[in-house]
């Protein structure tokens, strides 16, 4: 019988996103040989045992690496995986969501519903958080719009009390321009975020949209209204992360640099579940694009919808969406390909009757051109149970 790898878990087990990373390193070990597990249940901020530091064990997975351990145990040749997002990044190998596609995806989000005002909540001393405020403003100034920001420290010294801090955000919120979209770089600021409009009386969404991240449901129907949240890959994080240390303790040499991975979408809920836009005309031709697009609608139908000239319709649709209403189809098919390709193991012939369009190899062909890579690259990428699939399949000789 051989002897099982021992390897130590440092992952939160208080929050959703270790959970969903501890199921991705689940998944892995469900189709590889089992390990010997270290795990405790911990918070996110607790530190690493002492002990951990003159371990000898065969590897580690860590959520709350300090240079101190990765110096430790790349000193006594122990295997390290660091999954941390609260520091910049060690001399060790890296996994983890990339936070500036997370701000760009929040920020498409809001500006699909019409939001030209935008702004972005978050801490200030969170290296995670201010990935995610520059992939958001630089996806704002990328479409021409501003970007106001409010930004306190959410530990420390510096850091307020809830009471102190929900009376600044408020009064941040009172001074934005409306409508205005709201990013809060986290479900927990997105309550925030929630708790001191509702404090000032101010209508969600009508007034202001906000949308959070890590779609932690419990978290988000909390809220009131339910909050919106883009959704990282946690668990593909955590299922790479198992792969990868399973390859470095074998003797495989580590990258030397980190593998981001990209989040899977956003969650529509009540707090974003709104069209930002002034003219009912456009509003309505907005709505109809989003119900028929993947049933393959046609610039001919749309037109026929509209009561709107096509030139007219043309130069509306890009003051409020930036992007014509041929792009808008084009966009709500792409997100149902992206939907079905990273939830779902549905063959492309079906994915693509399902996204409206008639033919697989034409929907490959825009899917190429949009995002960058092919439907069987991006599934890889971001669907756990194809990735273990095709990692279960022997080697063909």
Known sequence: MSKRAHVALIVETSIHYGRQVLRGVTSYLQSHDPWSIFLEQRELWTLPPTWLHSWRGDGVICRKTTEKLARALTKAGVPLVDLSDASKPFAVPRIESNHRAIGAAAADHLMERGFTRLAFCGFSDQVWSIGRREGF?????????AC?????PW??????????????????IKALPRPAGIFACSDMRGQHVLDACQRIDMAVPEEV???GVDDDAVLCNLCHPPLSSVVPNAERVGYEAAALLDRLMSGEKPPTTPMLLEPLGVTTRQSTDVLAIDDPAVAAVVRFIRERACHGCSMKEVERHSTLSRSLLERQFRKYLGRSPQAEIRAVQLKRVKQL???SELPLEKIAALAGYSHPEYMSVVFKRETGHTPGEYRTQTNPVVAANRLRKPAVS
């Open 137 to 145: 403003m630089a996806r704002c100034t990328e479409r021409g719009h």
């Open 341 to 343: 390709l990273g939830e």
């Open 209 to 211: 949209a906000v949308i």
């Open 155 to 172: 530990t420390g010294p510096l850091a307020r009390t809830w009471e102190r801090e929900q009376d600044q955000i408020m009064r941040w």
């Open 148 to 152: 106001l920001v409010w930004d306190s």
